[in-house]
């Protein structure tokens, strides 16, 4: 892995992130969301890896929801984008972990990805359906996973996520 630091956003990072996300993913869908996510869900986790003369990659957490009578707090993982001349250099672990230790800091029972099934089990996410949980989005099973942060947080909770409602303005 080449070094980079991975820190939380900064006001003067805003157009860098956009850029990462721009260039990740091709489309600017990812990079409105993340604007729409800072200016309307709270509390959210942004962080990013600063390359020492340039944000090279960004990850975003937002809190998510679920019916039930007492629930915990639930995070979820997204956007994550490193740009692709330094993709598959440990960035993009580097900004997980560092997520999910905000996560744990901020409180966060547990987080929820929609994501890669060969990618996100390295940080111990499994199939959410395993605690119960389903993605208001259809998707196949092995893409919706979930992460307890305290182990059994997830217990006696079940029912579907919901994703900000910036997530549907994209």
Same mark, same amino acid.
């Given at each position: 892995m080449t070094s980079v630091s991975v820190r939380p956003e900064r006001a003067a990072d805003v157009a860098a992130i956009r850029a990462v996300n721009l260039a990740a993913f091709g489309t600017a869908i990812e990079a409105d969301l993340v604007d729409a996510l800072r200016a309307e869900a709270t509390? $959210? $986790?942004? *962080? %990013?890896?600063? /390359? @020492?003369?340039? !944000? %090279?990659?960004?990850?975003?957490?937002?809190? %998510?929801? !679920?019916a039930?009578?007492?629930?915990? #707090? $639930?995070? @979820? *993982?997204?956007?994550?984008? %490193? !740009?692709?001349? #330094? &993709?598959? &250099? /440990?960035? @993009?672990?580097?900004l997980v972990r560092e997520g999910l230790a905000h996560c744990r800091r901020l409180g966060a029972a547990a987080v929820v990805v929609l994501g890669h099934a060969e990618y996100y089990p390295r940080f111990g996410f499994t199939p959410a359906s395993r605690f119960g949980l389903t993605c208001e989005y259809d998707v196949p099973d092995d893409v919706f996973m979930a992460l307890e942060l305290e182990a059994g947080s997830l217990r006696g909770t079940s029912g579907k $996520?919901?994703?900000?409602?910036a997530f549907a303005k994209t």
């Amino acid at each position: 892995m080449t070094s980079v630091s991975v820190r939380p956003e900064r006001a003067a990072d805003v157009a860098a992130i956009r850029a990462v996300n721009l260039a990740a993913f091709g489309t600017a869908i990812e990079a409105d969301l993340v604007d729409a996510l800072r200016a309307e869900a709270t509390p $959210i $986790i942004s *962080l %990013v890896a600063d /390359g @020492g003369d340039a !944000i %090279v990659g960004h990850i975003l957490f937002s809190p %998510v929801a !679920i019916a039930a009578s007492a629930p915990p #707090r $639930i995070m @979820g *993982l997204a956007p994550m984008a %490193v !740009i692709p001349a #330094r &993709q598959r &250099q /440990g960035i @993009g672990t580097a900004l997980v972990r560092e997520g999910l230790a905000h996560c744990r800091r901020l409180g966060a029972a547990a987080v929820v990805v929609l994501g890669h099934a060969e990618y996100y089990p390295r940080f111990g996410f499994t199939p959410a359906s395993r605690f119960g949980l389903t993605c208001e989005y259809d998707v196949p099973d092995d893409v919706f996973m979930a992460l307890e942060l305290e182990a059994g947080s997830l217990r006696g909770t079940s029912g579907k $996520i919901r994703y900000h409602a910036a997530f549907a303005k994209t």
